[in-house]
């Protein structure tokens, strides 16, 4: 069974930083290209970021670019998302998310994990 | 930025009955269209990819059609256990991948 196990979350200060986690298992980890994808409080879904299936290639939405980080163990199976200087605007719940291919296009989302709340306040 | 807007917003309607949801895009988009599910409280589910091709399990009720800009999600029978929110989401722009704002069904 494909699976995306998400660890982390909490509540944090403005302009401090968290680590996400997320243990991917039922499929070869290092064969698909994974995200992050986010949900504010009774709003939508928004693409967060994305990292290739070797890690090398990592792209951001312009909401988080230069303040998050993206990365990947593929040793452990495990996506991290390293968020910095947090402002209130990025209260969410975020989800990891496999895509369907090592290819970094074309990318719908499933499996996703179960979501970790992330309150940003002061 | 390819923008993903969702008519209508909310749809009260009844188990049973037959239900079609709108999805246009900014610009083309080819058949480059998911759509998901989401329940209260619960982790979106894939249901559909490439406008019209379910996800494996996805029951045949649900079927999804279009292409270019204009895309639909027909629920045929609805089921006490589809009420949920419905998104649309387009990977033809990528990385920018976006979802619509979602389309709520309700129980009339």
């Known amino acids: 069974q494909v699976q995306m196990v998400a660890s982390g979350g909490g509540v944090v200060q403005p302009g401090t930083s968290l680590r996400l986690s997320c243990v991917g298992s039922?499929?070869?980890?290092?064969?698909?290209?994974l995200h992050w994808v986010r949900q504010a409080p009774r709003k939508g879904l928004e693409w967060v970021t994305l990292?290739?299936?070797?890690?090398?290639?990592?792209h951001y939405a312009d909401s988080v670019k230069g303040r998050f980080n993206i990365s990947r163990d593929n040793s452990k199976n495990t996506l991290f998302l390293e968020m910095n200087s947090l402002i209130t605007e990025d209260t969410a719940v975020y989800y990891c998310?496999?895509?369907?291919?090592?290819?970094?296009?074309?990318?719908?989302?499933?499996?996703w994990g179960q979501g970790l709340q992330v309150t940003v306040s002061s | 930025e390819i923008v993903m807007t969702q008519s209508p917003a909310t749809l009260s309607v009844s188990p049973g009955d037959r239900v079609t949801l709108s999805c246009r895009a900014s610009?083309?988009?080819?058949?480059?269209l998911a759509w998901y599910q989401q329940k209260p409280g619960q982790t979106p589910t894939f249901l559909v990819y490439?406008?019209?091709t379910r996800a494996l399990g996805v029951p045949a009720r649900f079927s999804g059609s279009g292409s270019g800009t204009d895309f639909t999600l027909t629920i045929s029978g609805l089921q006490s256990d589809d009420f949920a929110v419905y998104y649309c989401?387009?990977?033809?722009?990528?990385?920018?991948?976006?979802f619509g704002q979602g389309t709520k069904l309700e129980i009339k």
């Open positions: 990292i290739s299936d070797d890690g090398l290639t990592k």
């Open positions: 989401q387009q990977y033809h722009d990528w990385p920018l991948y976006t």
């Open positions: 610009q083309s988009i080819s058949s480059h």
């Open positions: 998310v496999k895509g369907p291919r090592a290819a970094m296009f074309f990318n719908w989302f499933d499996p």
């Open positions: 490439d406008a019209s």
């Open positions: 039922g499929f070869t980890f290092d064969s698909y290209t």
